[in-house]
């Protein structure tokens, strides 16, 4: 298949993007209260069910329980976190919702870790036992416990992986394999809170409650990352019409497909792409458009980081893909914003290169990368900055003397009026906090500083 002309990424536009979403600063204090209450709630369960705590073997029997009780509902917790409703996402921002996952998921752990050797210490002084051969008796003999045995080591594993030192050494495929077996732990550790748990058991309430919790976090990965997925694809058919290389590493994907009018994508956001094709048809990577999208086609750009994204660069046109989305709360934020800075760093253009195209007012486009080979787009954002009247400034490391420097007193200096701007911000993870933390000394308020970021 070829590109249709009208497909061409260099013309420009000065379309608004509609139907802007809103994104409250309250929804993101309202989800923890929520959670926090839940939290509570669960303590509920504990405390109705306990009438006093006496000598050592109670406190530890007692404080496994409510570690267990806890380690249960933010098991809970962190599996609707990432289901990816698209609500929350729009409004708490898929950067910040991974964060509250992975956090959750470490106190997870952590509570899981605790409540098994509370557990086993509590009842090995309870009956007086070795802890060996306690551990032994509560793992052979109590209903449910091989299975949680499995659950508790898999735990253990996606605890070790998912931890940075580990996680850098990992690539971001065999990094979300892994961490599906999240699922499967939660899954195999499920039937021994309720067989064995003294708040569950001859509770019929409390079990219909920790039902229909569990239920609920598994009918929302299943409606949102499965059934909504695969409904999409059928709706729309997406398929690879062209791969066009941008600079050393880079590339343009293209794709063509039916009813792209209805995806409602809003510049900025970006899909998690499975690329049917061998050996790559299980992952599915989260890529920005790089260009508003059209009723004819989408544009993602990819620069090779990984094996994955190496890849994209030997798929041919015809390729079926599955497009899981839109998501991200990187968009336009105040519509009636007249002033905007946008500052993009390496292939953090991607993003920002669609908002440059589409945001009205006043607009400044500061891009940095290593060397002017890796300016990606930049004919495009050239073309777009005059036929609107924008300004774009490139700041490379090589050669040297053209590096514009990430500090308060630069950017104000470039921007003197950057106090009163809304600020996009999209870039490799050190980038992004120098400029923040130069943002932020300069004066601009942080809930003008929009950015979203997954390097966890």
Same mark, same amino acid.
């Given at each position: 298949?070829?590109?249709?002309?009208? $497909?061409?990424?260099? *013309?420009? =536009?000065t379309?608004? &993007? +509609? #139907?802007q979403p809103? !994104?409250p600063? @309250?929804?993101p204090v309202?989800v923890?209260?929520?959670?926090?209450?839940?939290?509570?709630?669960?303590l509920?369960?504990?405390?109705?069910d306990?009438?006093?705590?006496?000598?050592p073997?109670?406190?530890?029997?007692?404080a496994g329980?409510?570690?267990g009780?806890?380690?249960?509902?933010?098991?809970a917790?962190?599996v609707?976190?990432?289901?990816?409703?698209?609500?929350l996402?729009?409004? $708490?921002?898929t950067? *910040?919702? =991974?964060?509250?996952? &992975? +956090? #959750?998921?470490?106190? !997870?752990i952590? @509570?899981i870790?605790?409540?098994?050797?509370?557990i086993i210490?509590?009842?090995?002084?309870?009956g007086h036992?070795g802890?060996?051969?306690?551990?032994?008796?509560l793992?052979?003999?109590?209903?449910?416990?091989l299975?949680?045995?499995?659950?508790?080591?898999?735990f253990?594993?996606?605890?070790?992986v998912s931890a940075?030192?580990?996680r850098?050494?990992?690539?971001?495929?065999?990094?979300?394999?892994?961490?599906?077996?999240?699922?499967?732990?939660i899954f195999? #550790?499920?039937?021994?809170?309720?067989a064995?748990?003294?708040?569950?058991?001859?509770n019929?309430?409390?079990?219909?409650?920790?039902?229909?919790?569990?239920?609920?976090?598994?009918?929302?990965?299943?409606?949102?990352?499965?059934?909504?997925?695969t409904r999409?694809?059928?709706?729309?058919?997406?398929?690879?019409a062209?791969?066009?290389?941008e600079g050393?590493?880079?590339v343009?994907?293209?794709?063509?497909?039916?009813h792209?009018d209805?995806?409602?994508?809003?510049?900025?956001?970006?899909f998690?792409?499975?690329?049917?094709?061998?050996?790559?048809?299980?992952t599915?990577s989260?890529?920005?458009?790089?260009?508003?999208?059209d009723?004819?086609?989408?544009r993602?750009?990819v620069k090779?980081?990984g094996?994955?994204?190496a890849?994209?660069?030997?798929?041919?046109?015809?390729?079926r893909?599955?497009?899981?989305?839109?998501?991200?709360?990187?968009?336009a934020?105040?519509?009636?914003?007249?002033r905007?800075?946008?500052?993009?760093?390496?292939i953090?253009?991607?993003?920002?290169?669609?908002l440059?195209e589409?945001?009205?007012g006043?607009?400044?486009?500061?891009y940095?990368?290593?060397t002017?080979?890796?300016?990606?787009?930049?004919?495009?954002?050239?073309?777009?900055a005059?036929?609107?009247?924008a300004r774009?400034?490139?700041s490379?490391?090589?050669?040297?003397?053209?590096?514009?420097p990430?500090?308060?007193s630069?950017?104000?200096?470039?921007?003197?009026?950057?106090?009163?701007?809304e600020?996009?911000?999209c870039?490799?993870?050190?980038?992004?906090?120098a400029?923040?933390?130069a943002l932020?000394?300069?004066?601009?308020a942080?809930?003008?500083?929009?950015?979203?970021?997954f390097?966890?």
């Open positions: 298949m070829a590109v249709h002309p009208a $497909v061409d990424a260099t *013309r420009t =536009s379309r608004r &993007a +509609a #139907g809103l !994104a600063r @309250l929804v309202a923890h209260v929520l959670g926090w209450a839940g939290a509570a709630g669960v509920g369960l504990w405390w109705a306990t009438t006093s705590v006496v000598g073997a109670g406190w530890l029997t007692d329980r409510i570690t009780l806890l380690a249960g509902y933010a098991c917790v962190i609707v976190l990432m289901a990816r409703v698209p609500w996402d729009r409004t $708490v921002g950067d *910040r919702l =991974s964060r509250w996952h &992975a +956090a #959750g998921g470490r106190y !997870a952590s @509570l870790l605790a409540h098994t050797l509370l210490w509590g009842y090995a002084l309870t036992a802890v060996v051969d306690q551990t032994a008796t793992v052979l003999r109590y209903p449910e416990m299975k949680a045995t499995a659950a508790f080591l898999l253990l594993l996606t605890g070790v940075r030192a580990a850098r050494r990992l690539s971001y495929e065999t990094w979300q394999f892994l961490h599906l077996a999240t699922y499967a732990a195999l #550790g499920f039937g021994h809170q309720l064995n748990g003294a708040d569950f058991v001859g019929r309430s409390a079990q219909v409650l920790w039902y229909a919790m569990y239920l609920s976090a598994a009918a929302l990965v299943l409606w949102f990352r499965f059934l909504i997925p999409s694809a059928r709706r729309h058919r997406l398929a690879i062209e791969v066009r290389p050393p590493g880079v343009s994907v293209y794709l063509t497909g039916e792209l209805e995806l409602s994508v809003l510049p900025g956001q970006f998690r792409w499975r690329f049917l094709a061998r050996g790559m048809w299980w599915a989260p890529y920005s458009l790089s260009a508003p999208a009723p004819d086609f989408l993602i750009t090779a980081l094996g994955h994204s890849a994209l660069s030997r798929l041919t046109p015809g390729t893909v599955w497009a899981e989305g839109p998501y991200g709360a990187l968009v934020r105040n519509a009636g914003a007249h905007t800075l946008l500052l993009a760093g390496g953090g253009i991607t993003p920002l290169r669609a440059f589409t945001l009205s006043d607009l400044t486009l500061v940095w990368a290593r002017s080979a890796d300016l990606v787009l930049r004919r495009e954002l050239d073309a777009i005059a036929a609107r009247g774009v400034y490139y490379v490391d090589e050669p040297a003397g053209h590096a514009l990430l500090t308060a630069h950017l104000t200096a470039l921007v003197p009026d950057l106090g009163r701007r600020v996009y911000l870039g490799p993870p050190g980038m992004t906090r400029a923040d933390t932020r000394a300069a004066g601009v942080p809930r003008r500083i929009h950015q979203e970021s390097a966890l």
